[in-house]
Antibody, heavy 117, light 110 residues
């Protein structure tokens, strides 16, 4: 069965960095686009970034472009989100999700990132 | 900036039918935006219900259906059950590189 397991979340101060990982199994990772979605406490879902299966097309929401970098290692079936210069408004649960037909079909359980001084 | 709109809340009686909608602050939603729908209960990851306007995700009961109604995407739940009480989010692909969620609808079954 498909599994997506995020890790790497934690508490950091504004301006610091953090890298999230998403370990994938149960499907052919190298042929699947992947995405990151976040959800601030008590708020709705917010699309963050997309990476194509080969890593050659990458898109970001405006508020994270230039600070966040999405990447993948198809040999390790792992998706990454490098987050630099973090802000309080980046505080959220971050989900990785498998891209499917312009949406998502599978989701991880999420990793909490807290940015606070 | 284009905003994706959803009803903040809705209620339905057990066994009843409810239609939630997903619109745009300017313009109409069409199948070209590949609308999809997600269900989320508190503390849980989202669950995919509908993709590409009206295709049900694996394991989703046929009580859930997607469509375009007028100028909006729509999610219809027929025969509502207690465990349908959740938040529902739509997602639109405004372009190849822009995907936007609606603000979500909190559905109460009572």
């Amino acid at each position: 069965q498909v599994q997506l397991v995020e890790s790497g979340g934690g508490v950091v101060q504004p301006g610091e960095s953090l890298r999230l990982s998403c370990a994938a199994s149960g499907f052919t990772f190298s042929t699947s686009g992947m995405q990151w979605v976040r959800q601030a406490p008590g708020k709705g879902l917010e699309w963050v970034a997309f990476i194509r299966n080969d890593g050659k097309s990458i898109y970001y929401r405006d508020s994270v472009r230039g600070r966040f970098t999405v990447s993948r290692d198809n040999s390790k079936n792992t998706l990454y989100l490098q987050m630099n210069n973090l802000r309080a408004e980046d505080t959220a649960v971050y989900y990785c999700a498998k891209d499917f037909n312009w949406g998502f079909d599978y989701w991880g359980q999420g990793s909490l990132v807290t940015v606070s001084s | 900036q284009t905003v994706v709109t959803q009803e903040p809340s809705f209620s339905v009686s057990p066994g009843g039918t409810v239609t939630l909608t997903c619109g745009l602050s300017s313009g109409s939603v069409s199948t070209s935006y590949y609308p999809s729908w997600y269900q989320q209960t508190p503390g849980q990851a989202p669950r995919t219900l509908i993709y590409r306007t009206n295709s049900r995700s694996s394991g989703v009961p046929d009580r859930f259906s997607g469509s375009i109604l007028g100028n909006k995407a729509a999610l219809t739940i027929t025969g509502a059950q207690a465990d349908d009480e959740s938040h529902y989010y739509c997602l639109l692909c405004l372009s190849t590189d822009i995907r936007v969620f609606g603000g979500g609808t909190k559905l109460t079954v009572l």
